[in-house]
């Protein structure tokens, strides 16, 4: 038996990539996307003819500038999302522009663009997850699109009360950021962390324990890995997103695990529970610097490569 194979007794396995080939050959139950990995699978050969779809369905709807090149990023992303669901047996996480982060109104107007275009080429609405960055504006979001039926993953989550705040808002499922943590950290110490020390994995199993103990129904998703071990020592979560490289390693590599989370664990360990408003929640975020860094590089981050990928794909455009 292979680590992979054990760890799919435990959690869901969900790929994180947009590379349609990867996840063909993992099949994963589900899989996340987001800006960043578009634009690195946009531009492989293979996927030519979902960029050429998208810009040819952009430039039918819309005149050319703002609105053509936002047009452009809804089918893109729509476009890998359908082929991953040709694939996967689950759901595939289609990701709200960055730019939106801390404009609850406009990230549910592109919540129900995406949808919309899903939904207008067969695919149900409980196959999709919309992905949101984890301000408090995302969560208001979030809050409001779950009660119309549209599910939300809540990414860029690095502190407790992001994760407090999104179960109490209801979403479907969060996207604890272990490697991202885990760099943070690895930077202030200036040495690798042992992965019974390490940060980003405990974050993932204080949320977890605490979501169970409590009775939350959001689901926990570790994602952003660096390493083997942070995986495997999380075994028993919800959902683990994993990059095509590690679900590689995880495959090659032989061994049994044993669920490291689970409902005893989370009985003795949950904590209190205690409720967030948005002052709470603001102050319990603030004090916790790593968390506020990374969620606003996050957020940079993921911009700056969606625009990136409008300015490749109108070179594409017009070279075509």
């Not at 578009?38 to 030519?48: D, E, G, S, T, V």
């Not at 369905?57 to 090149?69: S, Y």
């Not at 289609?94 to 899903?118: G, N, P, Q």
């Not at 549209?150 to 604890?176: D, M």
């Amino acid at each position: 038996m292979s680590l992979l194979d054990s760890l799919k007794r435990y959690t869901v396995v969900v790929a994180d990539t947009g590379d349609i080939d990867a996840i063909r050959r993992h099949r994963p139950q589900d899989a996340t996307t987001n800006p960043s990995l578009l634009l690195k699978a946009a531009q492989q050969p293979q996927y030519r003819a979902l960029v050429d779809g998208a810009l040819a369905d952009a430039a039918g709807v819309a005149a050319p500038g703002e609105a053509r090149t936002e047009a452009f990023m809804d089918r893109l992303a729509v476009g890998f999302g359908r082929e991953i669901l040709q694939i996967v047996p689950g759901r595939v996480s289609t990701e709200v522009d960055a730019k939106h982060s801390f404009d609850s109104a406009a990230t549910e107007r592109k919540a129900h663009d995406v949808i919309a275009l899903y939904e207008a080429a067969g695919v149900a609405r409980h196959r999709i997850l919309v992905k949101i960055g984890s301000t408090w504006e995302g969560i208001r979001a979030a809050e409001r699109l779950e009660r119309e039926g549209i599910h939300c993953n809540l990414t860029l989550l690095f502190s407790f009360a992001q994760a407090v705040a999104c179960a109490e808002a209801g979403v479907t499922l969060i996207s604890p950021f272990v490697g991202r943590i885990y760099d943070y950290h690895r930077k202030a110490r200036g040495s690798e962390i042992p992965v019974d020390d390490d940060p980003g994995v405990e974050s993932v199993r204080r949320i977890y324990a605490y979501f169970k103990k409590h009775g939350y129904a959001t689901q926990v998703m570790g994602a952003s890995f660096r390493r083997v071990e942070q995986i495997t020592h999380l075994a028993g979560c919800d959902l683990l997103t994993i990059s095509p490289e590690l679900l590689a390693d995880l495959a090659a590599a032989p061994g049994e695990l044993t669920p490291a989370l689970t409902p005893e664990m989370a009985a003795r360990d949950g904590g209190e529970r205690i409720h967030l408003d948005e002052p709470r929640y603001r102050w319990l975020h603030n004090q916790d610097a790593m968390a506020v860094e990374k969620l606003s590089d996050g957020i940079r981050r993921f911009d700056q490569d969606a625009r990136a990928l409008e300015t490749w794909a109108s070179s594409a455009g017009a070279g075509r």
